[in-house]
């Protein structure tokens, strides 16, 4: 969360958890953060990266909004990550945190739809299961795994898929090269596990240890029926 309080040297002061920073055109530079007088944190660059154009971190009429919908949220850095990826690439997004409770999740859906600067969202805990319900349609490989994390809203359509396993994958042959023929152990049988566990089944070996043995059989059981 960030919050803007105030004008510094020409540039604007931002609030974090981390500290104060500096946002000026050299962009964002922590300051020392003090609680009374005594100093919590001392400064250092965070993001001094000249900014490659003013319209890089510009909002403005034509600004798509993604965002990542969950319960809690606030600890999550999703909205770094992906705003910072979004403006290396130039695009022009932004992506925020939404605190949807349980009993508000069935609005989600027709809301984003009707916005119209909706590109899509993540899903996160507790909703991952919970929001199919929804959804116009689902991805095949979704459906199998029996979750959602990302949403699409394409021509008034939202469309589910997930790529927790597609994303596993590949940050592990980023590290040790293609995943083939591989004996691999997955730990856990439900969320994220359970979809790795699904794309990481096509042509590897797998092992599942789980703390209830009946949802890993239960899993394993699945894989094998595909």
Do not use: Q
Request: negative net charge.
């Amino acid at each position: 969360i960030v919050t803007f309080i105030g004008l510094n040297n020409g540039g604007w002061i931002a609030y974090t958890k981390e500290g104060y920073y500096n946002c000026n055109e050299k962009g964002f530079e922590l300051v020392d953060f003090y609680e009374g007088n005594k100093l919590l944190l001392k400064s250092h660059p965070v993001y001094k990266e000249k900014r490659k154009e003013k319209s890089d971190n510009m909002i403005d009429s034509k600004t798509k909004l993604l965002g990542l919908i969950g319960h809690p949220v606030e600890h999550s850095l999703s909205p770094i990550m992906h705003n910072e990826a979004l403006r290396d690439k130039n695009l022009n997004y932004v992506y925020l945190a939404f605190d949807v409770l349980p009993e508000n999740l069935r609005y989600v859906v027709d809301g984003v739809k009707s916005l119209g600067t909706v590109g899509g969202f993540n899903i996160t805990i507790p909703h991952k299961v919970e929001i199919m319900k929804y959804l116009d349609e689902i991805d095949k490989e979704a459906e199998l795994i029996g979750a959602v994390n990302t949403v699409k809203i394409e021509k008034d359509r939202a469309i589910g898929y997930n790529t927790d396993g597609l994303g596993a994958r590949m940050s592990l042959e980023e590290e040790i090269g293609k995943v083939e023929n591989k004996n691999i152990l997955i730990i856990g049988a439900g969320g994220a596990a359970r979809a790795v566990a699904f794309e990481l089944a096509k042509n590897n070996h797998l092992t599942i240890i789980n703390r209830t043995v009946e949802k890993a059989e239960l899993l394993a059981k699945e894989i094998s029926e595909k």
